[in-house]
């Protein structure tokens, strides 16, 4: 097949051929009445497989070029210096939280503000838990906070309470797209030295306004994080992303994700500084080769290049994404309150129908929805999958009821909880979502908003 080619030929001639084969056998299949409709699906074509087997055929395997690539374009999309590309988001959580307890954390601008053992970070039970994972894991103190119906995000007014002498940060989601209200969250930071994290995996593309301008979400607090799992707003099929404006954050993020080493020299390139047998760190001896010292205890979060080839690929295609994700919400919001009017219904007296926050501009991940007095969430959710359509629960509802917590609960030294924690029972008892993802029609909505009036008819 290859005879009289070179090898940039060769390459050249096998992704034409991938590319016909994704456009022959990898073409989505036009939507037919009966179909399932998922929440969420991958949106993608000939540009991620060719990017793929691009990756394959140079076989590095590890991050490299694709990386380095994906990394300053997610940056520039986002506006922010630093980015750090790994192989989950929920690892991004772990590698964003991790480096708040850095001992380079000890002494800045004159102030302690390392996160250690036994210390509080602000957030809520209404989320996903690996947003949690990484407080507990470390000997963190969670304090969980109520949420608001029909924004689902962070009950602000409850920031006060939480406070305590033991505070360090708040590490909280924007929930299913829609951001928390970073105006009082950032004020509340500012005003008692505290980091702010933003869990951003389900708000790519999302936008607050702050009072200096439109900013998007992540890139307001001191960390952001985003994943790139195939349910998300654009995907590589596992990863995620670490990204921050701070250059000393970055170089802990960095560290922690890369085994925990000091040497900040990429895979396969030695001695960049010039310096890598001439140091003297902690208690080794002088001239201990730099590319083996460990400053953090870390891990081994990074991504392969095949990942980050699949998204440099989706990140072209990323801004149509959000734009889809917010008209295919508007279009469910209103079919839902035309089509229920004409049956005589008001459907707001069954669901309460979401909002989104003041000053923001959501790139949605799903449509939520709380059944209101009367109304049963089992009953609808069980009629609305039988129509086809599928639905989630906003994931863990209220993480402390799980059986994660069986051998903590009631231990005050390792998790608090601030009120009632009210509507984030009353999401984990009466609320739903379906998916707004880009790949849906109208004929899909179409049906889904017939299955979710008839459901709450029942």
């Given at each position: 097949?290859?005879?009289n080619m070179n090898e940039k030929e060769a390459r050249q001639h096998i992704l034409d051929l991938v590319a016909e084969y994704a456009d022959s056998f990898h073409k989505k299949k036009e939507y037919e009445e009966g179909d399932r409709i998922s929440y969420a699906s991958r949106v993608y074509d000939?540009?991620?497989?060719?990017?793929?087997?691009?990756?394959?055929?140079?076989?590095?395997?590890?991050?490299?070029?694709?990386?380095?690539?994906?990394?300053?374009?997610?940056?520039?999309?986002?506006?922010?210096?630093?980015?750090?590309?790994?192989?989950?988001?929920?690892?991004?959580?772990?590698?964003?939280?991790?480096?708040?307890?850095?001992?380079?954390?000890?002494?800045?601008?004159?102030?302690?503000?390392?996160?250690?053992?036994?210390?509080?970070?602000?957030?809520?039970?209404?989320?996903?838990?690996?947003?949690?994972?990484?407080?507990?894991?470390?000997?963190?103190?969670?304090?969980?906070?109520?949420?608001?119906?029909?924004?689902?995000?962070?009950?602000?007014?409850?920031?006060?309470?939480?406070?305590?002498?033991?505070?360090?940060?708040?590490?909280?989601?924007?929930?299913?797209?829609?951001?928390?209200?970073?105006?009082?969250?950032?004020?509340?930071?500012?005003?008692?030295?505290?980091?702010?994290?933003?869990?951003?995996?389900?708000?790519?593309?999302?936008?607050?306004?702050?009072?200096?301008?439109?900013?998007?979400?992540?890139?307001?607090?001191?960390?952001?994080?985003?994943?790139?799992?195939?349910?998300?707003?654009?995907?590589?099929?596992?990863?995620?992303?670490?990204?921050?404006?701070?250059?000393?954050?970055?170089?802990?993020?960095?560290?922690?994700?890369?085994?925990?080493?000091?040497?900040?020299?990429?895979?396969?390139?030695?001695?960049?500084?010039?310096?890598?047998?001439?140091?003297?760190?902690?208690?080794?001896?002088?001239?201990?080769?730099?590319?083996?010292?460990?400053?953090?205890?870390?891990?081994?979060?990074?991504?392969?290049?095949?990942?980050?080839?699949?998204?440099?690929?989706?990140?072209?295609?990323?801004?149509?994404?959000?734009?889809?994700?917010?008209?295919?919400?508007?279009?469910?919001?209103?079919?839902?309150?035309?089509?229920?009017?004409?049956?005589?219904?008001?459907?707001?007296?069954?669901?309460?129908?979401?909002?989104?926050?003041?000053?923001?501009?959501?790139?949605?991940?799903?449509?939520?929805?709380?059944?209101?007095?009367?109304?049963?969430?089992?009953?609808?959710?069980?009629?609305?999958?039988?129509?086809?359509?599928?639905?989630?629960?906003?994931?863990?509802?209220?993480?402390?009821?799980?059986?994660?917590?069986?051998?903590?609960?009631?231990?005050?030294?390792?998790?608090?909880?601030?009120?009632?924690?009210?509507?984030?029972?009353?999401?984990?008892?009466?609320?739903?979502w379906v998916g707004v993802y880009p790949g849906m029609t109208k004929e899909m909505l179409d049906h889904m908003i017939g299955a979710i009036i008839k459901a709450v008819q029942l």
């Amino acid at each position: 097949m290859f005879e009289n080619m070179n090898e940039k030929e060769a390459r050249q001639h096998i992704l034409d051929l991938v590319a016909e084969y994704a456009d022959s056998f990898h073409k989505k299949k036009e939507y037919e009445e009966g179909d399932r409709i998922s929440y969420a699906s991958r949106v993608y074509d000939r540009d991620e497989m060719t990017n793929l087997v691009d990756s394959a055929l140079e076989f590095w395997l590890t991050a490299g070029r694709y990386t380095d690539e994906f990394e300053k374009a997610f940056a520039g999309y986002l506006g922010v210096r630093f980015c750090s590309l790994v192989n989950s988001g929920s690892s991004a959580n772990l590698n964003a939280f991790m480096a708040l307890t850095s001992p380079l954390l000890e002494d800045v601008n004159g102030k302690d503000r390392r996160v250690r053992r036994g210390d509080e970070v602000i957030t809520v039970a209404a989320g996903f838990p690996t947003t949690v994972a990484p407080i507990i894991q470390y000997g963190a103190v969670p304090v969980f906070v109520d949420v608001t119906i029909p924004e689902y995000n962070i009950d602000v007014s409850a920031l006060e309470d939480a406070f305590s002498d033991r505070t360090k940060a708040v590490m909280v989601a924007h929930t299913l797209g829609n951001p928390f209200d970073l105006r009082a969250v950032r004020a509340f930071c500012d005003k008692h030295d505290l980091w702010l994290i933003e869990d951003n995996c389900d708000a790519l593309g999302s936008r607050y306004e702050m009072e200096d301008g439109w900013h998007f979400t992540g890139t307001v607090g001191d960390i952001g994080t985003s994943s790139f799992y195939p349910p998300h707003h654009m995907t590589m099929g596992e990863g995620g992303a670490v990204y921050t404006d701070d250059p000393l954050l970055n170089r802990i993020i960095r560290s922690m994700r890369d085994w925990g080493r000091d040497c900040v020299c990429p895979s396969g390139r030695d001695n960049l500084c010039g310096h890598r047998f001439d140091g003297q760190y902690g208690q080794l001896p002088f001239g201990y080769d730099h590319k083996y010292v460990y400053s953090h205890f870390g891990y081994n979060l990074k991504a392969t290049d095949m990942q980050a080839a699949v998204g440099c690929a989706q990140l072209k295609k990323f801004p149509n994404f959000v734009e889809k994700r917010k008209e295919n919400f508007a279009y469910l919001r209103n079919g839902l309150k035309a089509c229920a009017a004409s049956e005589g219904l008001d459907i707001e007296d069954k669901l309460i129908l979401p909002v989104a926050s003041a000053h923001s501009d959501p790139s949605w991940f799903g449509f939520m929805m709380t059944c209101r007095e009367g109304v049963d969430r089992s009953t609808v959710v069980s009629a609305v999958e039988a129509s086809g359509v599928q639905t989630r629960a906003l994931f863990a509802g209220n993480l402390t009821k799980h059986p994660c917590f069986d051998d903590i609960r009631g231990d005050l030294s390792a998790y608090r909880i601030v009120g009632d924690l009210h509507n984030t029972d009353t999401i984990m008892n009466s609320s739903f979502w379906v998916g707004v993802y880009p790949g849906m029609t109208k004929e899909m909505l179409d049906h889904m908003i017939g299955a979710i009036i008839k459901a709450v008819q029942l």
